[in-house]
């Protein structure tokens, strides 16, 4: 117990000073107000600030019975993340009402980025454009995940209502969307689509597709990139420069279904902080740690991922899961996709194809332009869209690599049917290898999470200890970039 009075040093109880308890009280209750009233005028001087350098957000230009209509009766809508788009609206290097903005870097803003397509589609795209812009010394002008950009907050996809847009910033951190570069380099930090038209709109410089792209010698990621570069070089005095709308972004889907596209800028693409620092958000990250144990349980006690420190690197954050193997199969309307894909006889996606990779596709002989074989029809489906007896098969052959030692858990990242999951992960608890078989359907996602569970997928497969992905989706591809970034041994990276 605490002692309920003060004695002396014989002993004895003595008695109070009551002047100094008197000052001390009176001390302890100024001190009091005086850190109330400072905290209160902090709070003053920063909603002043605020009301006076930051404009309000511009709230949707549909009618709020839009927004709860019965165009999906029964259906809860999906979240708009406002913080998230209130996050990069307050950045700090968006001076909202500075009386000039002339001694702000250099901008370079590509309206035409790819819209209407999964998330490993944008994010391949996102990361290009981000190191076109690191490449010309300009800032980056990051953009909405966007679905529709017609102006509504939802958007149909197969009978349900999704986000019509998706804050950046919800799904990735780092210098992409706005966040600091790493010591030692000098780079202007990116900024809002928001705040570019802020600045911009009355004052920009659109340089034409054309003017570009007309004497590259290739669509290789390495031309595409110098020449863009050489080009904005040219413009240094401009302070606004938007890529031309009118043949499309910079780098499009020819591009990224070359399977040597990447080759040539890749050893410096793989070094530049685009990727060295690249960082999941911190809603991703805190879904990974609520499903650290359904997907990998663990022996021994690990810190949670989002409680590490956001300076460290990429390498550093993500490492190696041991004994995962994680498995990317898509399913639903992939199987026409795959048809498609035969049809024309198409490689494998850039991303997919990096010089380190062991596994190669070739086209098979015998298909012609946008035709092909039933046998050739096959080849390809076995290595975009396997049946489950094919899947188990590639598993069972990975299994016996050297980089596959010490495998003890499966997860299946997949779009399929509940009745089909439960199938595949019945086969392979068959084989009797696994202490633990789940999938993407087992994950508990909270209601924000629920619309990013792509890009949760995505950060376990690039920890895997033994990944194996299919060759055509982008999804994969953005997992294995990262995974070779960050130094994984390229043999634990497979395809079906």
């Not at 007309?214 to 669509?219: F, G, N, R």
Request: aromatic letters at 12%.
């Amino acid at each position: 117990m605490l002692p309920t009075s003060r004695k002396d040093a014989s002993a004895f109880n003595s008695r109070p000073d009551t002047a100094l308890l008197w000052l001390r009280f009176l001390a302890r209750r100024y001190l009091v107000f005086g850190i109330t009233g400072l905290v209160l005028f902090t709070l003053l001087l920063r909603t002043l600030y605020v009301r006076r350098d930051s404009p309000p957000l511009q709230t949707s230009p549909f009618p709020e019975s839009d927004r709860t209509s019965n165009r999906w009766p029964g259906r809860r809508l999906p979240p708009l993340y406002p913080q998230y788009h209130e996050y990069e609206h307050r950045l700090p290097q968006h001076h909202w009402n500075a009386p000039s903005h002339a001694t702000e870097p250099n901008f370079f803003w590509v309206p035409a980025h790819s819209k209407g397509s999964g998330w490993g589609n944008i994010m391949q795209e996102v990361l290009l454009n981000a190191f076109l812009s690191y490449k010309a010394n300009r800032s980056f002008v990051f953009y909405n995940y966007t679905w529709n950009d017609d102006g509504s907050d939802y958007s149909d996809y197969m009978g349900k209502p999704i986000p019509s847009r998706v804050p950046l910033t919800a799904m990735i951190r780092g210098p992409i969307v706005g966040g600091q570069f790493p010591h030692g380099i000098s780079a202007p930090l990116a900024v809002s689509e928001e705040y570019w038209h802020h600045v911009c709109d009355d004052r920009k410089v659109v340089v034409p597709h054309d003017d570009v792209h007309k004497d590259l010698p290739s669509w290789y990621v390495d031309a595409i990139t110098t020449g863009w570069v050489n080009k904005l070089r040219t413009l240094d005095g401009e302070q606004c420069v938007e890529a031309g709308s009118d043949g499309g972004p910079p780098y499009g889907w020819i591009t990224f279904g070359d399977k040597d596209a990447m080759h040539g800028i890749w050893p410096e693409f793989r070094q530049s902080p685009i990727l060295t620092h690249f960082l999941h958000s911190a809603l991703v990250e805190l879904a990974f740690d609520t499903n650290r144990e359904v997907f990998a349980p663990t022996t021994v006690l690990e810190p949670p991922l989002s409680s590490l420190p956001l300076s460290l690197s990429s390498a550093q954050r993500y490492t190696e899961i041991p004994g995962l193997l994680v498995l990317h199969i898509r399913r639903g309307d992939y199987e026409g996709h795959c048809e498609h894909l035969a049809k024309w006889s198409s490689s494998y996606l850039a991303y997919n194809t990096l010089p380190e990779l062991p596994d190669r596709f070739e086209p098979p002989p015998g298909g012609s332009w946008g035709e092909n074989t039933p046998e050739n029809v096959l080849v390809y489906k076995a290595h975009c869209f396997p049946t489950v007896e094919q899947i188990v098969r590639r598993v069972e052959q990975v299994a016996r690599l050297d980089a596959a030692r010490g495998l003890a858990h499966v997860y299946v990242m997949t779009n399929g049917a509940v009745e089909w999951v439960a199938e595949l992960k019945a086969a392979l608890e068959a084989m009797g290898r696994w202490k633990n078989v789940a999938s993407s359907r087992d994950l508990v996602l909270n209601w924000e999470q629920k619309y990013i569970a792509q890009a949760v997928d995505m950060l376990i497969a690039q920890r895997a200890q033994v990944f194996i992905g299919n060759g055509w989706s982008s999804l994969t591809g953005n997992a294995v970039l990262m995974r070779m970034a960050n130094g994984f041994r390229p043999d634990s990276t497979r395809f079906w």
